[in-house]
């Protein structure tokens, strides 16, 4: 689940207003979009959006290495989390509902705490989560996770994401936010 909750609105005309400052005069759209291009985008810093997600804690791992973004995360220790993640792998799946198994019906007591059961949740358990960065973190975050090399659930979380953006921020985000010609992975079979 991937829901845009807060946003700043008029985004254009505080990106504008920020870009004016450099030379103390007015700027435009068309200077916003010429900025983005030519790669100063320490003006997008000044407008943020905030998502509600769900996502497991592989994804939510991955998530943490982008340092930009805040993040409120649901407890693993506060509560016994239920869902997790299904994949296309009959073998994996199976595993994966072992290991669920074992984490939800462990049996609390004087051998182990809640608290300490959440040492035992897989990585395919589904947490729930606000996340807000602002427009840079969001726009150097895309890429990496669009990236075919990128795990599949990420990868889709990342495009609805982006969609999201798109929408919200279209001069900002309504492009192909992908450059493999630019990439500087060197063991990459998708180019």
Not at 19 to 46: F, M, N, P, W
Not at 52 to 73: G, N, P
Not at 133 to 147: Q, V
């Amino acid at each position: 689940m991937v829901e845009l909750i807060n946003y700043t609105h008029d985004y254009n005309k505080l990106l504008c207003k920020a870009i004016s400052q450099c030379y103390q005069k007015e700027a435009t759209d068309k200077i916003l979009r010429h900025c983005i291009e030519a790669g100063h985008l320490s003006v997008l810093e000044h407008a943020t959006a905030t998502f509600e997600l769900t996502c497991s804690i592989q994804t939510l791992l991955q998530l943490s290495r982008h340092r930009h973004f805040s993040m409120t995360v649901q407890s693993s220790r506060g509560t016994v989390l239920q869902e997790h993640l299904k994949v296309d792998n009959e073998k994996l799946q199976h595993l994966i509902n072992e290991q669920v198994a074992n984490y939800v019906n462990c049996n609390i007591g004087e051998d182990i705490s809640e608290e300490d059961r959440a040492l035992l949740a897989p990585k395919a358990m589904v947490y729930h989560l606000v996340i807000t960065g602002n427009l840079r973190a969001w726009y150097e975050y895309l890429p990496k996770r669009l990236c075919k090399r990128a795990q599949k659930e990420h990868r889709e979380l990342a495009q609805q994401i982006k969609d999201k953006l798109a929408q919200a921020f279209p001069i900002v985000f309504n492009q192909d936010m992908m450059n493999c010609f630019n990439c500087k992975e060197r063991k990459c079979s998708f180019v």
